[in-house]
């Protein structure tokens, strides 16, 4: 079984995450107040950002109007759920307090909040290329979903090179599944508890396919969730020209993979 290394090196690209001292201090910095407005850039668009339960979040439909508008509510919406981006929803006085800052029209009457990160990944997927984080050729995520008696793998992001490349690796029968047939892969065991999956969909591996470890350290998840961002359908011409926005993080562990 391969394991996931402790630490990922801090190189990250500024324009994909924030710094995590920065991010830290932004987040749960005393200078946060409840319903305080500030403003963000988000692939050099201005972006109005709004914090609720002491974390800053970015208002949906603000990005969806500048950034996607060349893309349906449809397909932002679905590729939003496949990420597993919950959009949590404004208050009232919230409402009021985006409408004042020119952020939602007068006539709206609801809007959805993500935070930056969620909003960066979002965007990626639509506008930024679809190229891997980088990362050592012999590395692989530890990963297990639920669906049936669930089961347990090894995703070689090395072999990801198509929606249905076969990727990942069962820790049980050593054979290669592509994600959207792993998820209707599963072993019984002891310890197994029977799930009952959802319709047969394919593309809902994003959201049933999760890593192992739940508590991995967060440039392991920051680059799962890069890798989930993939092939996730859409081809349209960008829009946008992104540039500098790849990952130029690398592993400084390299994992072993046995064959």
């Not at 969806?64 to 949590?88: D, P, Q």
């Not at 990727?167 to 072993?187: A, D």
């Not at 065991?189 to 959802?198: L, N, V």
Request: hydrophobic share 30%.
């Amino acid at each position: 079984m391969e394991s996931i290394p402790n630490q990922l090196p801090a190189g990250r690209d500024s324009s994909c995450s924030p710094n995590s001292k920065q991010d830290l201090q932004s987040y749960s910095g005393p200078t946060l107040k409840p319903n305080q407005v500030s403003e963000t850039s988000l692939y050099g668009i201005p972006i109005v950002s709004l914090v609720i339960d002491g974390q800053e979040r970015l208002c949906l439909a603000q990005i969806s109007n500048t950034l996607l508008k060349n893309y349906s509510y449809n397909e932002i919406h679905n590729r939003r759920v496949a990420l597993g981006i919950t959009c949590v929803q404004c208050t009232p006085v919230q409402l009021e307090i985006l409408r004042r800052a020119g952020a939602m029209p007068i006539s709206s009457r609801r809007c959805g909040m993500i935070t930056k990160r969620e909003a960066e990944r979002l965007c990626k997927s639509f506008l930024g290329a679809h190229s891997p984080p980088k990362l050592p050729e012999n590395f692989a995520f530890d990963v297990s979903h639920e669906c049936a008696w669930g089961s347990r793998g090894n995703f070689i992001p090395a072999r990801y090179n198509s929606s249905r490349a076969k990727c990942i690796k069962c820790s049980f029968c050593n054979m290669y599944f592509s994600p959207n047939k792993f998820i209707f892969h599963s072993h019984r065991t002891p310890e197994s508890k029977y799930t009952q999956p959802d319709a047969a969909n394919f593309n809902s591996w994003r959201r049933h396919l999760k890593l192992t470890d739940k508590n991995s350290p967060d440039d392991v998840s920051h680059a799962w969730e890069d890798v989930k961002a993939m092939f996730n359908g859409g081809s349209r011409k960008r829009t946008l020209p992104i540039g500098g926005s790849d990952r130029s993080s690398s592993l400084s562990t390299q994992v072993p993979r046995g064959q």
